[in-house]
């Protein structure tokens, strides 16, 4: 497992929000050939203890464009919060000049998803991003946050097929299950798009987990919830590591990503 945590405070405050956070990377290469999830954390994104940023990413037909996304959206989140000041709008405008790098790049039959915390430690707000089938839970009841962006959802289908779009096999043109996706250009045609679902919240004491669908397909939330009661007070790494071997002894077949976020 590739694992980073620790804990993201910022500039110290008198009543700041703090963050603590564990993120980690299984390949499970038992049963898949290549890495195609990866984190992306910044816990002070302009240096001045304000903004953290916590993505899960999991990539499809290669790992070209999820690294890309990785490499450049950082940047673009920071340009675009400096000109606006406000985590909701600077989030649309980085996903929107990713989703443009991209569409530039050349890239074909590749993409990934984008399930993302945008957390303001000074008006202690949280933001979720969401675009594809990684999720996110979170509550005292643990529950997702954020909806699957799969032809499975029923809203989710009825807009592809509304712009043109066909479902063969429970895939958007017979090829991709997301219904949403950062890349895969060559099916916007058909309704798949890079727009994000936005959630705005309050930074609550509690848990929120972010995790793509290699954990998901396995792990229910009554099932972390049940996880989460056996490692109260004790690190994130061990609860972490817990969902990831029950995902994997429950046999998820793919890649798996997690972030565990803290707010105290």
């Known amino acids: 497992m590739n694992q980073n945590g620790g804990i993201a405070t910022g500039v110290p405050k008198p009543q700041g929000l703090q963050i603590g956070f564990f993120g980690v990377e ?7 050939k290549s890495m195609e999830d ?6 002070d994104v302009l240096g001045d203890g304000r903004f953290a940023v916590f993505v899960v990413m999991d990539g499809h037909g290669g790992s070209e464009v999820v690294k890309l996304v990785k490499s450049r959206f950082p940047e673009f989140y920071r340009s675009a919060l400096r000109a606006q000041g406000a985590m909701k709008g600077a989030v649309k405008a980085a996903i929107a000049s990713t989703a443009n790098l991209i569409a530039n790049s050349g890239t074909k039959g590749s993409g990934t998803t984008f399930c993302g915390l945008f957390v303001d430690r000074q008006t202690r707000s949280c933001l979720a991003a969401n675009i594809g089938d990684s999720r996110m839970i979170g509550g005292r009841k643990p529950a ?12 989710e289908a009825r807009r592809i097929r ?17 219904t949403r996706s950062l890349g895969d250009v060559e099916l916007a045609s ?3 798009t890079a727009e994000p679902e936005l959630l705005e919240f309050p930074a609550e004491k509690g848990l929120i987990a972010i995790a793509s669908d290699g954990l998901w397909d396995q792990v229910t939330p009554q099932a972390f919830e049940q996880t989460l009661k056996k490692f109260i007070g004790r690190p994130l790494s061990e609860l972490g ?10 046999g998820s077949m793919d890649n798996i990503s997690l972030i565990l976020i803290v707010f105290a």
Request: net charge negative.
């Open 190 to 192: 058909s309704g798949v």
């Open 38 to 43: 990866f984190l992306l954390i910044e816990e």
């Open 162 to 178: 509304q712009v043109g779009g066909t479902i063969i096999n429970g895939r958007v043109g017979g090829t991709l299950m997301v």
């Open 241 to 250: 590591g817990a969902l990831v071997d029950q995902a994997i002894a429950d």
């Open 26 to 32: 299984e390949p499970n290469l038992g049963v898949r």
């Open 144 to 155: 997702f946050i954020t909806s699957e962006h799969k032809v499975s959802n029923e809203a």
